[in-house]
């Protein structure tokens, strides 16, 4: 059974650093290209960036929102993505989703989501 | 890039069909056969309904189509049933190999 868990959410000030990270089970991690969505409260999805596979060169895209403040990174060997997150603004916080991407925009199995709340 | 345009509300009696559109660019929905639908239902963690404009992904009812015309892409619900009262989102792969959502639409189902 494909199983995604975000864990690192919380409580952070804002400037701050948090990373997120995505522990994968039930299939063969490395395959497959993984993406980070966000949810800010009572708001709807926002795409926050992917990690290609290494056949693809782990190559990253990201939106502009977090482009230069928000890096992801993947460690095959333990079937996990990350989601390093720094210069942490009021507008990140959010439920952060991560799912598994099968072909080019099919997001096909999703974690439960973390929440990161960004307050002073 | 602004978000793919959805309606903020569809309503639909039991039994009935409903469609909701989703509008882009030719950068984007208009450009690619890479267009997806999410269903969300309240504190749940999104569902794949439809992938690559019209594919349902096992599991899914078939009660469930998709289509795209130009730069707008649809999401069909016949027979409408209590349980698909939810949120559902567009999503499309885009020219700068990203990708972007729609605003969401919420189903109530009458």
């Known amino acids: 059974e494909v199983q995604l868990v975000e864990s690192g959410g919380g409580l952070v000030q804002p400037g701050r650093s948090l990373r997120l990270s995505c522990t994968a089970s039930?299939?063969?991690?490395?395959?497959?290209?993984m993406t980070w969505v966000r949810q800010a409260p009572g708001m709807g999805l926002e795409w926050v960036g992917l990690i290609r596979s290494k056949a693809y060169g782990a190559t990253t895209e990201y939106a502009a929102s977090v482009k230069g403040r928000f890096t992801i990174s993947r460690d095959d060997s333990k079937s996990i993505a990350y989601l390093q997150m720094n210069g942490l603004k009021t507008e990140d916080t959010a439920v952060y989703y991560c799912?598994?991407?099968?072909?080019?925009?099919?997001?096909?199995?999703w974690g439960q989501g973390t929440l990161v709340t960004v307050s002073s | 890039q602004s978000a793919l345009t959805q309606p903020a509300s569809v309503s639909g009696s039991p039994g009935q069909s409903i469609t909701i559109f989703c509008t882009g660019t030719s950068s984007d929905v208009g450009g690619y056969n890479y267009v997806s639908w999410y269903q969300q239902h309240p504190g749940k963690a999104p569902k794949l309904m439809i992938c690559?404009?019209?594919k349902r992904p096992s599991g899914v009812s078939n009660r469930f189509s998709g289509s795209k015309s130009g730069n707008t892409a649809s999401l069909t619900i016949s027979g409408l049933q209590a349980e698909d009262e939810a949120d559902y989102y567009c999503s499309s792969y885009t020219s700068s190999s990203t990708v972007i959502f729609g605003g969401g639409t919420k189903l109530t189902v009458l």
């Open positions: 039930g299939f063969t991690f490395g395959d497959y290209a």
């Open positions: 799912t598994r991407i099968d072909g080019y925009n099919s997001y096909d199995y």
């Open positions: 690559d404009v019209t």
